[in-house]
Structures are given as C-alpha cells and as structure tokens.
C-alpha cells in the first residue's frame, strides 16, 4: 500500500490551486490537511462555494500554518512574492515544497537551494508541470547543439503576471548549456519602437504574448541557412499540468535535494 502524504496546498481558490484541488481529491493517497489562502482565515476549504469538498482549515498567516499543521509537502501556486515566502519558511520547518509559481529571481533561486541543503529537505522547482512542456524543454536543447541561432516566442493568458515566463527562461537556461554563445541578428540593427526585438538572453531573443484565450503555449524556433526548425507545445486545458504536479509530490519525498526542472526527475 502507498504511504499517504500530508499536503499543504497554498493558493486553492486560484486557477491552479482549485485544479490542484480536484487532483487531491481524485488520488487516495494525497490528504490535504492545510490551505494557504489570502482570506478566509480560520474557515473550511468546504465552506468555499465552487471547490471540492475537502476538509482542510485555511490559514492566512503561513507561520502559524507551518507550526500547528504536520505537513510533508507544500504545493505552492501563488505568485512570487509570496510564494518564495512560503518556500522559505517551508524549508525552515523541514516541509518539501514543490514549488509551481513562477517569476523567481535567480537570487531566490539560490536562496531556496541554500535552505534546500542547509535543512537537508528536498525541493522541486518546477517551471512547468506538464510534460510535453518539459520534452520541448529538452528537444529544443537537443536543438541548440545543431541549430546555435533560435528564438523563444512564448504566449499565455492575459491574466499572468510575470514575464517571460518560468517555461521560457527554464528554456533559455537549457539552451545557453548547449549551444556555442553568439550575439544573433544584424550587429547594427536597432529598435524604432522600444521592445520591438524582445527581451535579451545570452545573444538570443524571448518574445511574450499576453491574450485572452491561451492558457499557456511556447514555440522555440531555430534558424539556418536554408532551414528553420520549430519546437512548440501548447497547454489547452490546466489539467495538463496535474500529472506533473502527481509526479512532483511523489518525487520530493524520495529526495533531499534541490531540484529545477521536472526533466532531472524523469532520466
Ligand atoms: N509550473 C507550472 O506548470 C505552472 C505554473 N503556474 C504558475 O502558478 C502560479 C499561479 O497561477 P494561477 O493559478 O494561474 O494564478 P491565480 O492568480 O489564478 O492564482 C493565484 C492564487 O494565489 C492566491 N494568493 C495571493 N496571495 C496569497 C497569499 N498571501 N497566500 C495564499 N494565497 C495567495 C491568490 O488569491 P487572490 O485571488 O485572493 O489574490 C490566487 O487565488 C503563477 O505563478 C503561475 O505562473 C501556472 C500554471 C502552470
Ligand atoms: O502562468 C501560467 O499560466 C503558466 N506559468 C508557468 C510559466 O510561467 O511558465 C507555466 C505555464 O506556462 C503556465
């Protein structure tokens, strides 16, 4: 029989936070047993209209939930002010957070795997928890060696806060680590509208869209003479990200370490 995992969900009446929901509800397993919401302090999650019917209280003050509540795991799907807080103070009470929320620092990033060591408790950062996300990730990796000159167009719902996204910049990350760097483009070329050419990483371009009707798409396209090669993935429906979200609760008991990226578990 599977050992059952004590969940702390942080964010439930959010877009991913309430598919987060349906999936706890769905896996015998997973028992939720705190949210982390920004009201409703000292309510039920099955007091809220429109959310599964779980018995879990909801606390608005993180600390407080982290002490009274005996948790293994912290999902956090907030934004990223608050969501690196919560990951910190996960870590300090040895809780794994599988971390969701998007628009980390790289200095937060370093502060998490710091905490990650100093507090020997497994962390999963994942920049996107659906998995045809993260094989794009790695065949666009597997592109760069090949094809050095490439661009990232990313689009996603109007209702996003950060940019570029968490996909996008893990992206440029896994290309910079294949690839030869090279500054692309015209060395004079020059912007007649400001933003017009996108944002900069290591010589290459990321381009956000921001529009009603996506929920999250990137392309990656490579270019060489005579040729172009394009790598996309589109999530249509949040309930792709759920398998993910499976997988990452599952893999951070198993581990003591930092992770970044769902693709360092799936090798
Ligand atoms: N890794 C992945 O695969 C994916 C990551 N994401 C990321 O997940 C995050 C959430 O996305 P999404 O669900 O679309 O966003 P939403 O805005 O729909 O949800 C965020 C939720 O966080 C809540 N919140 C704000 N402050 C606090 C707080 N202090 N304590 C607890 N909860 C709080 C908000 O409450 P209120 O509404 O009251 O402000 C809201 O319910 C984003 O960073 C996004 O980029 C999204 C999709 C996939
Ligand atoms: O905000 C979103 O919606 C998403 N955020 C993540 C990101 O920033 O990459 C993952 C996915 O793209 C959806």
Known sequence: MTNTINLMLAGPRGKMGSEALKLVERT???????????KHDGMNINDIDGLPNL?????TDANQAFDEVNADVLIDLTNPEVGYEHTRLALLHRVRPVVGTSGFTTEQLNEIKRLSEDYQTGVVIAPNFAMGAVLMMRFSQMAAKYFPNVEIIEKHHDQKLDAPSGTAVKTAQMIEEARESQKQGHPEEKETMSGARGADYDGFKIHSVRLPGYVAEQEVTFGQ?????????????????????????????EHDEYIYGLENLME
Do not use: N, W
């Open 225 to 253: 003479a005579g040729q172009t090669l394009k790598v996309t993935h589109s999530s249509t429906d949040r309930y792709s990200f759920m398998s993910g979200v499976h997988f990452a609760v599952e893999q951070v008991i």
């Open 28 to 38: 015998d397993h997973f028992q939720l047993v705190a949210c982390l919401d920004r």
């Open 55 to 59: 018995d879990a209280p909801i606390y």
